[in-house]
């Protein structure tokens, strides 16, 4: 028997699952991946909503950034005019 690490539900039957499997927690419904000997942790599916939002940060970065090339460009323009 194994425990989820949301719920500490500590009943989970892994006895026909093997390392890598993925389940769901009876308790909780978590999504859970059996790492070894009856330990689970917690599945991709939630790791990726994370990734996700890493990313559009990322890109909120980096639009600043393009912001700020933007006003160079200008600063560049400004300096030919003269």
Do not use: H, Q, W
Request: net charge negative.
């Amino acid at each position: 028997m194994a425990t989820c690490p949301e719920c500490e539900y500590d009943e989970i039957d892994t006895e026909d699952f093997e390392e890598g499997d993925t389940l769901s927690c009876p308790e909780c419904g978590k999504n859970l991946v059996l790492r070894g000997n009856d330990e689970l942790d917690f599945a991709d599916d939630d790791d990726e909503d994370l990734d996700d939002e890493e990313e559009d940060e990322e890109e909120l970065d980096e639009d600043d950034d393009d912001d700020d090339d933007d006003l160079d460009d200008d600063e560049d323009e400004e300096d030919l005019d003269e």
